[in-house]
């Protein structure tokens, strides 16, 4: 019983020790970076049991925003390699292990 306490307090701790967002990679300017990744802070928070409603998010305010053709891939150990327009791309990490890739392919 005390290993189980334990261990619920441990994750809950890197959790909370890891709910920022911690970028990877991006090109995207200054001001499109912030508001992508607020965005995807915001969509992940919200629909924090089921990414695909989260990714559908991401790209449908991307691409009202930005314009057409955003692809978003929200998930936990995958690789990927993609072909993106320039200063249209962010990788990062949030609450520890979940990670959003958004770019931009038309």
């Known amino acids: 019983m005390a290993e189980t306490v334990d261990g619920k307090k441990d994750e809950a701790d890197y959790k909370r020790l890891h709910s920022f967002p911690l ?7 200054e001001e499109m970076r912030v508001e992508t990744m607020e965005l995807c802070v915001t969509a992940c928070e919200k629909f924090a ?6 990714a ?13 053709s ?24 949030f609450g520890g292990s979940l990670a959003v890739c958004v770019w931009k392919c038309s």
């Open 23 to 29: 970028i990877r990679h991006t090109d995207m300017p």
């Open 49 to 54: 049991s089921n990414n695909e409603s989260a």
């Open 56 to 68: 559908k998010m991401i790209k449908e305010s991307m691409d009202k925003k930005f314009g057409n």
């Open 70 to 93: 955003w692809h978003v891939v929200i998930g936990e150990g995958f690789g990927f390699e993609i072909t993106h327009e320039m200063k249209n791309l962010l990788y990062m990490f």
